[in-house]
């Protein structure tokens, strides 16, 4: 069993800040790609920051600037740090990582349970 565990949602006031942490446990072989998404209501879930095992980054437009990800191999956790946070980034956030549980050349996308975090103006 494989599970990922958000943390560090909540309210906060625009032009505030945020961390958000996701830990990964269970049986765990090797976790490749990690990756913060986010959905908003009545929108499409969207990828808003993703980290390979190497530490290279890549962000969706709107946040660069503003989100950083990073993440502790060793812990098996992904922290998003976001500031300057603006109300259209009120959604819910989900962790998601590609794990292996064996050592099979075979990932399985996993994902947490979410998190919400709203920005009022």
């Known amino acids: 069993q494989v599970q990922l565990v958000e943390s560090g949602g909540g309210l906060v006031q625009a032009g505030g800040s945020l961390t958000l942490s996701c830990e990964a446990s269970g049986d765990i072989f090797n976790i490749n790609l990690m990756a913060w998404h986010r959905q908003a209501p009545g929108k499409q879930r969207e990828s808003v920051a993703t980290i390979t095992y190497g530490g290279s980054t890549s962000y969706e437009d709107s946040v660069k600037g503003r989100f950083t990800i990073s993440r502790d191999n060793a812990k098996r956790t992904v922290t998003l740090q976001m500031n300057s946070l603006k109300p259209e980034d009120t959604a819910v956030y989900y962790c998601?990582?590609?794990?292996?549980?064996?050592?099979?050349?075979?990932?399985?996308?996993?994902w947490g349970q979410g998190t919400q975090v709203t920005v009022s103006s």
């Open positions: 998601n990582a590609q794990i292996r549980t064996t050592p099979m050349p075979t990932y399985q996308n996993y």
